[in-house]
């Protein structure tokens, strides 16, 4: 199949390429956004999350006005094997759109190529290994208190940030074309998942002490003011223990090994 050099030129709003602003129109650009969100509904062994970016591009081919040449060479391009992380999908998206509209075919499918592998190992970390855990540790320590609450913490404290990572990524990826990277960059995600381990990891000694207590004591019991400070002087010890290179690992071990004594 021969794939024409420049399909998709002139863009739709007029702008030439490297232009800053919007070259397609915003309700285009929100409906690509949404097909993203649903990347991976179609997913498949072949060839992973081809499917979902083929969708998530439809807007854009129903620009091309009944050229059947040009529709047959993006979805061949946009066929091609394809997997990242769900989250970080919807940058690449919106650069490749812009690529696209800005005629540089080979670029489009070059970015797609480098960024997969990177993204995901981003996305996991931080997303998957950090944020998640995080998220339903706070969870868990709200349904101890008795309420129903608990799914929605995990969904407030889960949700409002890959969703902005989503959306701005999006734009910034579409305003910036290849360039666009430097927002996930700017993000730091690798550093923040170390910060947001070592958060989870006092959760998770709240979590235990809180489980033992409830385990021993009645329920009308009120913790008194000096159990509290003795229960925040652990957690400073163990938070200076961490920072002078001892194992969070170990910590954690030996916090449960002294709650389970304790409740014996």
């Not at 997997?83 to 005629?103: K, M, S």
């Not at 997969?116 to 995080?134: H, N, T, V």
């Not at 540790?137 to 990572?165: E, K």
Request: glycine content about 10%; aromatic content about 10%; overall charge positive.
């Amino acid at each position: 199949m021969r794939i024409l050099k420049n399909p998709l030129w002139p863009p739709v709003c007029g702008y030439g390429p490297g232009h800053s602003g919007l070259m397609m129109k915003r309700s285009t650009l929100l409906g690509i956004f949404i097909r993203s969100l649903t990347i991976q509904v179609s997913f498949n062994f072949w060839r992973m999350q081809n499917l979902g970016f083929a969708f998530a591009m439809l807007p854009l081919i129903r620009q091309q006005d009944g050229d059947r040449m040009r529709i047959a060479a993006l979805l061949a391009r946009h066929l091609q094997m394809f997997n990242t992380h769900p989250y970080l999908v919807a940058p690449v998206i919106g650069a490749v759109v812009r690529i696209e509209e800005e005629g540089r075919i080979p670029e489009a499918v070059d970015l797609k190529k480098a960024l997969m592998g990177p993204y995901a190992a981003i996305g996991d970390s931080f997303f998957w290994g950090a944020l998640r855990s995080f998220s339903a540790v706070g969870a868990v320590i709200v349904a101890f208190t008795g309420t129903l609450t608990a799914p929605l913490a995990f969904l407030l404290l889960y949700s409002p940030f890959h969703l902005w990572v989503r959306g701005k990524g999006f734009l910034e990826g579409y305003r910036r074309g290849k360039s666009g990277i430097d927002f996930i960059r700017g993000l730091d995600l690798p550093g923040a998942a170390g910060r947001i381990r070592f958060l989870s990891l006092i959760l998770i000694g709240v979590l235990a002490a809180v489980a033992v207590e409830m385990a021993c004591r009645p329920r009308d019991f009120l913790p008194e003011i000096p159990a509290r400070a003795a229960a925040l002087s652990v957690l400073i010890l163990f938070s200076l223990g961490v920072h002078k290179g001892i194992s969070p690992v170990k910590i954690l071990y030996g916090m449960t090994l002294l709650c389970m004594v304790i409740s014996f």
